[in-house]
């Protein structure tokens, strides 16, 4: 189930509510938790029931797991079982994501011929898998207690944050389920949930899914790009990637607040960012969390040298890079971040006193800072959204052939947002030649204001102060016209990692 739909918004949502605070007070608390979670299974499975099967079977596996390390006292033994929970976990996650790509790469490089199952990647496995993980770990640690099963299963369940994260902790999420104040209604939380949620919902809606048409013609077509148009298509995907991400963050943050639940912040403005290390202190904040606590640290972090540190920042982003799918320009692209990421940590050249760790040797102004960052990143989505590795080298190859063959007027007419259908027909009557100007002008109005929008201050910080009524009235402006966009959404890009 999509969160930018008519049966999330009209019905589902308003069910879960109800049912929610409506058996909290009666004191039914143990009742409520059930219900949370088989509303969340229901959400979850509404495209596939198929879906449930997996998840529902990861629970049961990783639940038992945690009964069983609650009832051995030799460590070895315990290790044993932590082994066998991370083959698990891990082994779910290879065989439905990377199988396929696996078998390919056998059937490329010894020119064998086994068969690809062509396998149904489940949505969120990736993020439900890890936050499991976390949780075995953390039990062999000794940093977790054995839950009840009710609240283990809502732990992982939670729809806000299942699909497409963020990465939560079970300290982070199960305290405040168990918090009886948190089972009453506060209309603060609601509201600000609300008004998060709706601007979240209309960077979707409004924003990314607009967007989406021109970079899917862009990539899908790269062979007919001229320099100006390969730049406008990777440029449009930065903002479509952004704003999709971001209104998803958004709209988890303010569904957790209408349960009273605070979910962890998952992004935080990363294209304000100085250098790629800032940049990933605020894209997918608990990715980042989660490789650097259960594979940075115990790999040796910063404890043995800096060439060691230096290996080690540059593995876990070779990782991030393939978690986010099956293929070799995933694998590249994570590549890159990790050389970027170990330049940055070179401290050789960057804005001094950006970063309290280190300064760098030679400064430079935050602006051009900022600029630098910002066109790298957008160079390595080149390679992070296209179809093959050999369609990212002809993007760079476009990009840097400094052609123009007035390739930018295929891009144009898919910039053809709903609302301007009727301009759009009086033009085709009167003036049909000046159509793609029209289309133009949407075009730069959009990035112009896709930018004014990412240089403004985030949502969650316009929440967490106090929200005037003029942006209540800006809220229900964009809900309102996101929910007659509707006709128009697609599914959120994170679903697919």
Same mark, same amino acid.
């Given at each position: ?80 079982w932590l082994l066998f929970g991370i083959i698990f976990n891990l082994g779910i996650l290879f065989y439905f994501k990377y199988f396929d790509f696996f078998i390919s790469n056998v059937n490329t490089i010894f020119k064998t011929g086994f068969t690809q199952r062509n396998i149904l990647l489940p949505l969120g496995i990736s993020f439900f898998t890890f936050q499991q993980l976390?949780?075995?770990?953390? =039990? ?66 409004? #924003? ?56 962890? =912040? ?22 980042? =969390? ?12 910063? =404890? ?5 540190? #230096? ?5 876990? !982003? ?20 990790? #050389? ?26 935050? #602006? ?117 966009? !509707? ?11």
């Amino acid at each position: 189930m999509l969160f930018n739909s008519y049966i999330f918004i009209f019905l589902f949502l308003p069910l879960t509510l109800i049912g929610w605070y409506g058996l909290n007070k009666m004191h039914a608390y143990k009742t409520a938790m059930a219900f949370l979670t088989g509303m969340s299974l229901w959400f979850y499975g509404y495209f596939n029931t198929y879906y449930l099967l997996i998840i529902i079977s990861s629970i049961a596996v990783n639940y038992m797991l945690s009964a069983v390390l609650d009832h051995i006292s030799k460590q070895k033994v315990k290790k044993i079982w932590l082994l066998f929970g991370i083959i698990f976990n891990l082994g779910i996650l290879f065989y439905f994501k990377y199988f396929d790509f696996f078998i390919s790469n056998v059937n490329t490089i010894f020119k064998t011929g086994f068969t690809q199952r062509n396998i149904l990647l489940p949505l969120g496995i990736s993020f439900f898998t890890f936050q499991q993980l976390s949780y075995v770990i953390d =039990r062999y640690r000794g940093n977790a207690v054995h839950y009840d099963i009710l609240d283990y299963a809502a732990f992982v369940t939670f729809f806000p944050q299942l699909i497409a994260g963020p990465i939560v902790l079970h300290d982070e999420i199960l305290p405040q389920f168990n918090d009886k104040d948190n089972r009453v209604f506060n209309t603060d939380n609601f509201a600000k949930g609300l008004w998060i949620f709706s601007i979240g919902l209309g960077k979707k809606v409004l #924003l990314a899914d607009v967007l989406a048409h021109v970079v899917n013609y862009g990539f899908d077509n790269c062979i007919y790009l001229d320099s100006l148009s390969t730049f406008v298509t990777g440029l449009i995907y930065a903002f479509e990637l952004y704003f999709d991400f971001s209104g998803y963050s958004d709209m988890a943050v303010g569904l957790g607040l209408m349960f009273n639940i605070k979910i962890v =912040r998952n992004f935080d403005s990363p294209y304000k960012a100085c250098s790629m290390k800032q940049l990933w202190q605020g894209w997918h904040i608990t990715l980042s =969390r989660f490789f650097i606590k259960y594979v940075y640290i115990p790999m040796g972090g910063s =404890r043995k040298g800096k060439p060691r540190a #230096l290996f080690n920042v540059f593995f876990i !982003f070779m990782l991030s890079g393939l978690w986010h799918g099956a293929a070799w320009t995933f694998v590249v692209w994570g590549v890159i971040q990790g #050389l970027a990421l170990v330049w940055d940590n070179l401290y050789i050249i960057g804005v001094k006193g950006e970063d309290p760790k280190g300064e760098p040797k030679i400064g430079i102004p935050k #602006l051009l800072g900022q600029i630098i960052t910002f066109n790298f990143f957008l160079a390595t989505l080149f390679v992070f959204r296209a179809n093959s590795l050999s369609d990212a080298a002809l993007m760079f190859k476009n990009m840097f052939s400094f052609e123009y063959t007035g390739s930018i007027s295929r891009l144009l007419p898919y910039m053809d947002v709903p609302e301007f259908y009727l301009i759009k027909q009086v033009i085709n009557m009167k003036a049909p030649q000046i159509l793609n100007a029209a289309y133009a002008v949407i075009m730069v109005l959009m990035i112009l204001l896709s930018i004014f929008i990412i240089a403004s201050k985030n949502a969650y910080t316009t929440m967490e102060k106090k929200i005037t009524p003029g942006k209540w009235a800006l809220a229900a402006f964009v809900f309102g016209w996101s929910v007659i966009s !509707f006709s128009q959404v697609s599914t959120f890009i994170y679903f697919n990692f």
